[in-house]
Nanobody, 120 residues
Framework: QVQLVESGGGLVQPGGSLRLSCAVS????????MGWYRQAPGKERELVAR???????NYADSVKGRFTISRDNAKNTRYLQMNSLKPEDTAVYYC??????????????WGRGTQVTVSA
C-alpha cells in the first residue's frame, strides 16, 4: 500500500526555520511530481511548492525566496525548507504526489498533514 509519510512540523517563532519531509512508503515505479500544499483555518487549500520529475519547480508567490523544495530520489523523499517564517505561514501542510504505481497507472496521493505554527 502506497502512503506519503510527512514529518517536521511544529511551533517556531517568526523569522525561524523548519524543514518538512515527505517520504513515499510502498512500492512504486516512479514519481512524476511531488509537492506541498497548505490550509489555514477558514481558508482553502493552496499550493506552496511543487517539483516535477525533471527537476522543475514552482512556488506560490507568497513563499518565493523563503521556501525551497528539494528531493532525494534514492529515498523517494522530498523536502520543504522554510526560512524567514511568518505568522501567516501558519497552516496544516499537506504533501501530495503523482506516482506511477503497479500496473503502470498514475495515481494521486495526499499525506495526512503536519501542523506548522509560527508564533511568538
Amino acid at each position: 500500500q502506497v502512503q506519503l509519510v510527512e514529518s517536521g512540523g511544529g511551533l517556531v517563532q517568526p523569522g525561524g526555520s523548519l524543514r518538512l519531509s515527505c517520504a513515499v512508503s510502498g512500492s512504486i515505479f516512479s514519481i512524476n511530481a511531488m509537492g506541498w500544499y497548505r490550509q489555514a483555518p477558514g481558508k482553502e487549500r493552496e499550493l506552496v511548492a511543487r517539483i516535477l520529475s525533471g527537476g522543475n519547480t514552482n512556488y506560490a508567490d507568497s513563499v518565493k525566496g523563503r521556501f525551497t523544495i528539494s528531493r532525494d530520489n534514492a529515498k523517494n523523499t522530498r523536502y520543504l525548507q522554510m526560512n524567514s517564517l511568518k505568522p501567516e505561514d501558519t497552516a496544516v501542510y499537506y504533501c501530495d504526489a503523482d506516482l506511477r504505481v503497479a500496473g503502470g497507472r498514475t495515481a494521486h496521493y495526499w499525506g495526512r498533514g503536519t501542523q506548522v505554527t509560527v508564533s511568538a
